[in-house]
């Protein structure tokens, strides 16, 4: 158990729609990480954010959008959501602000089904 | 970038080491390598991290030569729970985007 926890597990949704992944990183850490991992794109990462505040920016497309929030926990917001968007989304939480300066600690992760 | 090269796959049987070679090349001064493992379905695991020489933990070795252009992941009696994808990744002192890059990693599989 890496101490990130991430919901939902699963989740099923149509063509169009929008959905809410949640992250909650370890006690102590302040940046957190999203990363998609599709079958063909291998691990993908999206966005950080350190204690509140953007910090780098990957691969994420304009309709997909994060934030952090004062109690550290984060959001990854995806809308208008395509069948390729269908891929397992994770979270992961380090200590320090540089971007991928130190261990990451990956949560379980989302599965993402868009039908 | 510090881009690195790993083979896509690999296989083994059980109680066989197995060495997991990557390649960087363009490794700078203040860059260090580290290693995470991903089992199916499940987010990646740090496994070692290393500068220099050698480094060994309970889990694994990672061997490091002088030019440090390359770097080997060393599993010892590797089990059939080791089946996993191995990413290598080039970490900046201080961060960059080199240490988000997992690319596809190497797929070991440990046959019985």
């Known amino acids: 158990d890496s101490g990130v926890t991430q919901t939902p597990k699963h989740l099923i949704t149509a063509t169009g729609q929008r959905v809410t992944l949640r992250c909650s990183p370890r006690?102590?850490?302040?940046?957190v990480y999203w990363y998609q991992q599709s079958l063909d794109q291998g691990l993908q990462f999206l966005i950080q954010?350190?204690?509140?505040?953007?910090?780098a920016k990957g691969n994420i497309l304009e309709r997909f959008s994060a934030q952090q929030f004062p109690d550290l926990h984060s959001e990854l917001n995806l809308s208008s959501l395509e069948l390729g968007d269908s891929a397992l989304y994770f979270c992961?939480?380090?200590?320090?602000?540089?971007?991928?300066?130190?261990?990451?600690?990956f949560g379980p992760g989302t599965r993402l089904t868009v039908l | 970038l510090a881009k690195t090269t790993q083979p896509i796959s690999m296989d083994s049987y059980e109680g066989q080491e197995v060495n997991i070679t990557c390649s960087h090349n363009?490794?700078?001064?203040?860059?260090?390598i580290t290693w995470y493992q991903q089992f199916p379905s499940q987010g990646p695991r740090f496994i070692i991290q290393?500068?220099?020489t050698k480094v060994t933990n309970e889990v694994a070795s990672l061997f490091i030569p002088a030019d440090r252009k390359s770097s080997t992941l060393s599993l010892p009696r590797v089990s059939l729970s080791d089946t996993a994808v191995y990413y290598c990744?080039?970490?900046?002192?201080?961060?960059?985007?080199?240490?988000?890059?997992f690319g596809k990693g190497t797929h070991l599989i440990i046959q019985p």
């Open positions: 006690s102590g850490d302040l940046s």
């Open positions: 990744l080039v970490v900046a002192t201080g961060g960059g985007a080199d240490g988000l890059t």
């Open positions: 954010y350190y204690n509140g505040e953007e910090r």
């Open positions: 290393g500068y220099k």
């Open positions: 363009n490794i700078a001064t203040n860059d260090y």
């Open positions: 992961a939480s380090s200590v320090l602000a540089g971007v991928g300066a130190d261990t990451q600690y």
